[in-house]
């Protein structure tokens, strides 16, 4: 009725926002009409002046969204002769009276941004912000901003560039999973590997690590390669301050989307087992086990092998993979030598090289056992 009474002809559309118990409709006639609709009772409103930061270029004046944002009623519109979008804002709270629209037009680093004039952007609420999307020298691309028009990206997002980026980041994740995992089989069924009749036991003069040494060393060898990583995965990411755990959670999913966090992730996953490997190779330690008096030993107290530091240290992507789920951290305190899954596929485990004895060389242990092999003989002769 409104519309038959008003116009010629109906609304082309017309645009709806909810906020503190108000409904806020725009009806874009061929003079767009603001109404609200508040404890069963309408009321008119003024529409904002969006020429009053340019000069009139006699362009159409269109509406593009209208939302509640902060106790704000925001409408961000689109002139068609100079391709600038405004946006217009003002409080929304049912205490306090409706303010004068604040105006602002749309800009990256203090300067306007322009779309084509049969283009506009679309636009819509964005968590605090409003989003937009819209066609920027023949690519489509993404930014938001604040109330204040200033676009927060000092490089919008191309929207075509990102389409299939998470499922290809879930595609590489997979492949790399499994590659490891054939790598890890591999190497547990290594031709030549003679066969185990016995569990992987310590001579009573080692003593496993302590669980405190062993987290301090690891912390100690892993911050060199984390922290790096850290910078090149997140860098050119926007990130914002978290209030609640689920805004965590959603931005944690958001930053794990990037092929830089992809990259750094992989690059992570083999520099480190690699450092791992070549250290505990040379020194049976690596700079964190050293600095805590630790070290790497195989079954029986013996230098581990080439084979089992690989298997070892190759295991530990799993392990990093597994860290959500915790089950790694329960296999050091549920063995008996406080091995992780690494150390007991590979049998080899961590002693505390302070307090343990050295293991005597080969030669030296069978000329032990025939020197005690005679005594006993000479003492059962003269018996």
């Not at 023949?138 to 389409?163: H, I, N, R």
């Not at 750094?264 to 791992?276: Q, T």
């Amino acid at each position: 009725k409104f519309a038959q009474s008003k116009a010629s002809k109906p609304p082309l559309r017309a645009l709806l926002a909810a906020g503190h118990k108000t409904i806020h409709i725009l009806l874009d006639l061929p003079r767009p009409v603001l109404t609200a609709l508040e404890d069963g009772k309408w009321r008119s409103g003024a529409l904002p002046d969006t020429k009053a930061a340019t000069k009139p270029a006699g362009g159409k004046i269109s509406p593009l969204s209208m939302t509640v944002i902060k106790d704000s009623l925001a409408l961000a519109t689109f002139d068609s002769a100079d391709g600038l979008v405004s946006i217009a804002s003002r409080s929304s709270k049912p205490d306090k009276p409706a303010g004068k629209w604040e105006v602002k037009k749309v800009r990256r680093s203090d300067k306007p941004v322009t779309w084509p004039n049969d283009a506009p952007p679309g636009v819509a609420k964005f968590g605090k912000q409003l989003a937009f999307a819209g066609e920027e020298n023949d690519e489509w691309l993404f930014a938001a901003c604040e109330l204040d028009g200033k676009l927060g990206q000092s490089s919008p997002l191309d929207v075509f560039a990102m389409a299939g980026r998470r499922e290809l980041v879930e595609r590489v994740h997979n492949l790399f999973f499994w590659g490891v995992f054939g790598v890890i089989v591999v190497l547990m069924f290594w031709p030549g590997q003679t066969l185990r009749t016995a569990p992987f036991s310590l001579p009573p003069m080692m003593f496993p690590a302590r669980l405190g040494r062993r987290l301090v060393a690891a912390v100690i060898d892993v911050l060199p390669f984390m922290i790096p990583a850290s910078i090149l995965a997140t860098r050119g990411i926007d990130i914002k301050p978290a209030s609640t755990f689920r805004e965590l959670i959603e931005q944690a999913g958001v930053i794990a989307s990037y092929p830089g966090v992809l990259y750094a992730f992989l690059a992570f996953m083999i520099i480190y087992p690699a450092y791992c490997y070549f250290m505990e190779r040379r020194f049976a330690a690596t700079v964190g086990k050293m600095v805590m008096r630790l070290r790497v030993v195989g079954d029986a107290g013996r230098p581990a092998t080439p084979r089992e530091l690989a298997l070892r240290n190759v295991s530990k992507i799993i392990e990093f993979l597994g860290l959500p789920l915790a089950f790694p951290l329960l296999f050091p305190l549920l063995t008996r030598y406080r091995q992780r899954l690494g150390d007991k596929i590979s049998w080899t485990a961590v002693i505390d090289a302070e307090l343990s004895l050295p293991t005597p060389p080969p030669e030296e242990a069978e000329e032990q056992t025939n020197h005690s092999a005679g005594e006993n003989k000479e003492e059962g002769s003269g018996t």
